[in-house]
């Protein structure tokens, strides 16, 4: 059954990090909404490689919406977490338990949330000490799975991200 996935993201993304993933969603017949500050924006990747062009805008939507939530690192996430909008985006979803994917600097969305207590993930090298001042049990593996969240650490491990996000998705 396809799943409606809502991709936060702004610009400096981690290109890679938002197109793999994105590609096997929608290869797995599972659609895939942007979403920013405002619908029709367009945002680009900080390799420069990928423009996105927005969907909706964040006061446009809601988390009920949706099935999933994805959140593509680079610089994007930090970005977002100074938005209370998108923070209380992201904490509708893990409130709510649904599946959520955050690579690289993605779990960084999570810390504004004070919802790591007690939750295993992985992120990034920069963002380890963050996540663990947050409260999460902190690993470096290449994907770390704790119930709905499937977190994981940079563009090397996108094909054990995908396989776990798409195990979540069935």
Not at 82 to 87: E, I, L, M, S
Not at 135 to 158: C, H, Y
Request: net charge negative; with cysteine; proline share 5%.
């Amino acid at each position: 059954m396809s799943k409606k996935i809502a991709t936060v993201l702004t610009n400096l993304f981690e290109d890679v990090e938002f197109t793999n993933p994105a590609e096997a969603f929608r290869e797995a017949k599972h659609e895939v909404i942007t979403i920013e500050k405002k619908a029709g924006n367009e945002v680009t990747g900080k390799q420069g490689e990928t423009t996105v062009k927005i969907d909706k805008g964040i006061d446009d939507v809601t988390p009920e919406e949706f099935d999933a939530l994805f959140i593509p690192g680079g610089f994007s996430p930090d970005q977002l977490r100074a938005d209370t909008r998108f923070v209380q985006f992201v904490d509708a979803f893990i409130k709510e338990d649904k599946p959520i994917f955050a690579i690289c600097h993605g779990p960084q969305l999570f810390i504004q949330t004070d919802r790591l207590k007690g939750r295993t993930v992985t992120g990034f090298t920069s963002i380890r000490k963050d996540l663990e001042n947050a409260g999460a049990d902190v690993k470096d593996e290449e994907v770390v799975v704790d119930n709905n969240i499937v977190t994981s650490r940079t563009p090397d491990d996108l094909p054990a991200f995908n396989r776990e996000a798409l195990k979540l998705l069935q």
